[in-house]
């Protein structure tokens, strides 16, 4: 749509016939190309409403054109095209057809509903709402439409099955957009939202592409490094694929089970996401190759599992049955890690045909004729362990109760990635998790008012630390106190977002007169900073101009992150403007200032702050405070080696923190990074240019060993946060140069 992706242009007359100049035009889906591909699978289909809706969505988008010249309106012939592959029902292809029109021409909702009626005009208007879903710099509005998107979709998910048909075909297209940053930011949103929720509802197939189109664009260097690390191994492990092939089949045949057997290779995308997760080089991967094994009954996949293990030796605690345990998208497999032809190691997936049909397309798997009706069958979906509204019932949660905008943005995609891990209540209740949860996770999976009053567990019998990560087959008997409270040091004892969610939820509401604090110090810093003394201002006008109703609302927004200092300080002093706005930009951060940068519940007014030299946490890691005597707080990283020492000492007291605004949003950190390196021309400038690319900034640099072989670099960068680190670490690792690259502390 015109105001999606900034893909379509309009003009007031189509170009003349004939123009020299015109691009070629892209076919597209005739009338009744797209009904024969309906009748296919609906032979009931109604085809006067495709006709209607395909004449009325060529009308009203009339002279509109895409960046590619086409006309607009062969971008939502396109969309029901796609949408047709998943063999979806009537009312859906219709909103395909019109999902732009609301928006982009002169249509209402009220005639749609009339000529085609309320659930199209539903599904259109759900649609619609979700048109200015952007990554962009006004980072609220990126929130607040994230959670329109999440409310209109936990209602129907057709509205995201069209949304995300809407988002591949314009991904398909996104070439002919001739704004680069424009197709970068279109691309990383695509590989932080729609590709996530494709594959929380299953469709690995639109997944996938999503992603793979997206990441061409947007890590086009990374990718092409990771295409040629893949051709070095094409060459060099080539030769195992068949083999690894032929002798699955030889076995089977032999054992008499009829099976399929492929091999593929990951896609970039996805190598990339592993080496960003893990800390691992390129050649330390298992599955850049892996394996599908397709049968035709479930009780195959077990015989299969025992021939495969009796072939080559399975590895240790590599074996998942997602067949008993399906994912919360419905996925059933089994997967298993062997030591395969030259001592490599081989993941290999198996599976029947149906499951799959079902890990490819999801939920869209589930149109079918039910009482003499095509479409969505909840029932069968449910019963094959796919539940729409339970895939995105916790993001619905964090939709509702989200609190802070930038906070429900990271909660939201924390619940988008998620591998798992299965537990159990004492009564048999399978919970899935993400890999890493812990049993405060556990109790808001259960349920929310049990997490709410979660302070303590037992496993498998046994009293546990709530930091305790779950492990597959766990048993968990949550203990419970009287009331609702926070649990100290929730941020570290929590993995999912629905978790983090509502422990900060239970926090602020415990916390709300430590925000009032915090707020007044900000705001005074804020003043000073610009020649003012808080004591001697008066805040009530500038509370009033900014919405609040006194002085302590206005500190306790300040406080929670809700509202700027700075703007306390213009609206207070509205010459200010100018100044402010200048310095707004973001600003290397002053360790000596780390009461600027770290906010905890239990700090003590007063009391040093200082950063820890084991570890040099910088804004995005966890962290953890340790007040000594003598000594005051020292802030730590929740990984650093030194804090097993500090467990030690009977003195120390434990202070959970996290990170202000003002650190997360405005200021600069120096991360080091050690990378070891071939010792060849060429070296230091490519990986100076990968750091570049990054946007990271070097500000110094070193040699710190160096054999015949290779050499250790060692760089300090300037980076915004953890995760902007992490990126550059992860394209480091795409050069063939970069044997080992790993984030120094200390």
């Given at each position: 749509m015109p105001g999606d992706d900034g893909i379509a242009q309009s003009t007031p007359s189509p170009a003349p016939a004939g123009a020299g100049d015109a691009p070629p035009r892209t076919r597209y889906l005739r009338q009744f190309e797209l009904v024969e591909r309906m009748r296919a699978y609906d032979p009931s289909l109604d085809e006067n409403l495709i006709n209607r809706a395909y004449v009325y969505a060529t009308a009203k988008h009339g002279s509109q054109k895409r960046h590619s010249g086409d006309p607009y309106f062969a971008h939502p012939i396109e969309v029901a095209g796609i949408l047709t592959e998943y063999k979806l029902?009537?009312?859906?292809?219709?909103?395909?057809?019109?999902?732009?029109?609301?928006?982009?021409?002169?249509?209402?909702?009220?005639?749609?509903?009339?000529?085609?009626?309320?659930?199209?005009?539903?599904?259109?208007?759900?649609?619609?709402?979700?048109?200015?879903?952007?990554?962009?710099?006004?980072?609220?509005?990126?929130?607040?439409?994230?959670?329109?998107?999440?409310?209109?979709?936990?209602?129907?998910?057709?509205?995201?099955?069209?949304?995300?048909?809407?988002?591949?075909?314009?991904?398909?297209?996104?070439?002919?957009?001739?704004?680069?940053?424009?197709?970068?930011?279109?691309?990383?949103?695509?590989?932080?939202?729609?590709?996530?929720?494709?594959?929380?509802?299953?469709?690995?197939?639109?997944?996938?592409?999503?992603?793979?189109?997206?990441?061409?664009?947007?890590?086009?260097?990374?990718?092409?490094?990771?295409?040629?690390?893949?051709?070095?191994?094409?060459?060099?492990?080539?030769?195992?694929?068949?083999?690894?092939?032929?002798?699955?089949?030889?076995?089977?045949?032999?054992?008499?089970?009829?099976?399929?057997?492929?091999?593929?290779?990951k896609q970039p995308y996805s190598i990339w996401r592993k080496l960003q997760?893990?800390?691992?080089?390129?050649?330390?991967?298992?599955?850049?190759?892996?394996?599908?094994?397709?049968?035709?009954?479930?009780?195959?996949?077990?015989?299969?599992?025992?021939?495969?293990?009796?072939?080559?030796?399975?590895?240790?605690?590599?074996?998942?049955?997602?067949?008993?345990?399906?994912?919360?998208?419905g996925?059933?497999?089994?997967?298993?890690?062997?030591?395969?032809?030259?001592?490599?190691?081989?993941?290999?997936?198996?599976?029947?045909?149906?499951?799959?049909?079902?890990?490819?397309?999801?939920?869209?798997?589930?149109?079918?004729?039910?009482?003499?009706?095509?479409?969505?069958?909840?029932?069968?979906?449910?019963?094959?362990?796919?539940?729409?509204?339970?895939?995105?019932?916790?993001?619905?949660?964090?939709?509702?109760?989200?609190?802070?905008?930038?906070?429900?943005?990271?909660?939201?995609?924390?619940?988008?990635?998620?591998?798992?891990?299965?537990?159990?209540?004492?009564?048999?209740?399978?919970?899935?998790?993400?890999?890493?949860?812990?049993?405060?996770?556990?109790?808001?999976?259960?349920?929310?008012?049990?997490?709410?009053?979660?302070?303590?567990?037992?496993?498998?019998?046994?009293?546990?630390?709530?930091?305790?990560?779950?492990?597959?087959?766990?048993?968990?008997?949550?203990?419970?106190?009287?009331?609702?409270?926070?649990?100290?040091?929730?941020?570290?004892?929590?993995?999912?977002?629905?978790?983090?969610?509502?422990?900060?939820?239970?926090?602020r509401a415990a916390r709300r007169e430590e925000f009032s604090k915090l707020g007044r110090e900000l705001v005074a810093h804020a003043l000073h900073r610009y020649g003012h003394d808080l004591a001697e201002t008066s805040l009530n006008e500038a509370a009033e101009r900014l919405g609040k109703h006194d002085e302590e609302e206005l500190f306790t927004c300040v406080g929670e992150?809700?509202?700027?200092?700075?703007?306390?300080?213009?609206?207070?002093?509205?010459?200010?403007e100018a100044q402010v706005r200048k310095d707004e930009k973001r600003r290397p951060m002053e360790k000596e200032k780390a009461k600027l940068y770290v906010r905890g519940g239990d700090l003590t007014a007063g009391v040093a702050l200082h950063f820890a030299e084991d570890c040099t946490p910088i804004p995005g890691d966890r962290i953890i405070g340790v007040q000594q005597p003598g000594k005051g707080v020292i802030v730590h990283t929740i990984d650093c080696e030194a804090l097993g020492e500090l467990e030690k000492d009977p003195d120390a007291t434990w202070i959970d923190l996290d990170w202000t605004q003002t650190a997360m949003h405005r200021t600069l950190a120096v991360g080091r990074i050690v990378a070891t390196v071939e010792n060849k021309r060429g070296v230091l400038a490519s990986l100076c240019q990968i750091i570049a690319e990054n946007e990271g900034d070097i500000l110094n640099l070193r040699l710190a060993k160096r054999t015949i072989d290779f050499f250790d670099m060692v760089f300090d960068i300037e980076v915004a946060d953890a995760k902007h680190l992490t990126n550059i670490v992860a394209a480091m690792r795409t050069s063939k140069a970069v044997k080992d690259v790993e984030r120094v502390r200390g």
């Open positions: 029902d009537a009312a859906t292809i219709v909103a395909g057809l019109l999902h732009d029109t609301i928006e982009d021409t002169e249509a209402t909702r009220d005639e749609i509903s009339v000529m085609f009626g309320e659930q199209v005009a539903d599904l259109v208007e759900g649609v619609t709402k979700l048109s200015q879903l952007e990554v962009q710099s006004e980072e609220n509005k990126q929130a607040q439409n994230l959670q329109k998107f999440i409310l209109a979709m936990s209602r129907d998910v057709r509205v995201l099955i069209v949304k995300l048909a809407d988002r591949l075909h314009n991904m398909r297209t996104l070439h002919h957009v001739p704004n680069p940053a424009k197709q970068r930011r279109i691309a990383l949103e695509t590989l932080e939202i729609y590709g996530p929720l494709a594959r929380r509802i299953g469709m690995e197939k639109m997944a996938r592409e999503l992603e793979s189109l997206a990441f061409h664009i947007a890590f086009p260097d990374a990718e092409a490094a990771i295409h040629g690390r893949l051709e070095q191994l094409r060459q060099e492990k080539g030769a195992n694929v068949s083999i690894i092939i032929q002798t699955i089949m030889d076995v089977f045949e032999f054992a008499g089970i009829d099976a399929r057997v492929f091999g593929r290779e997760r893990k800390s691992v080089e390129f050649s330390d991967l298992a599955d850049v190759y892996a394996f599908r094994v397709i049968v035709n009954h479930p009780d195959d996949c077990y015989r299969a599992l025992g021939l495969i293990h009796q072939t080559w030796r399975c590895v240790p605690d590599q074996v998942e049955d997602f067949i008993s345990n399906p994912k919360p998208n996925y059933r497999s089994i997967h298993t890690t062997v030591i395969g032809p030259g001592n490599v190691r081989v993941e290999i997936q198996i599976r029947t045909e149906e499951m799959d049909q079902l890990a490819e397309v999801g939920v869209a798997a589930h149109w079918r004729y039910k009482n003499e009706s095509y479409g969505f069958d909840e029932e069968q979906a449910a019963a094959v362990g796919l539940d729409a509204r339970e895939a995105t019932r916790s993001l619905l949660e964090l939709a509702e109760h989200g609190g802070d905008l930038d906070e429900f943005v990271e909660h939201a995609k924390l619940e988008m990635y998620q591998d798992h891990v299965f537990a159990f209540t004492p009564k048999g209740t399978l919970i899935a998790l993400p890999h890493g949860a812990t049993p405060l996770d556990f109790a808001y999976a259960v349920h929310s008012e049990l997490g709410d009053r979660c302070i303590g567990a037992k496993i498998n019998g046994v009293e546990r630390p709530l930091r305790t990560a779950l492990r597959n087959g766990d048993v968990l008997e949550i203990l419970t106190a009287d009331r609702a409270a926070p649990v100290p040091g929730w941020e570290a004892l929590t993995k999912t977002g629905r978790a983090k969610s509502a422990q900060r939820r239970l926090e992150g809700s509202l700027k200092a700075s703007a306390v300080a213009v609206a207070a002093f509205p010459g200010l």
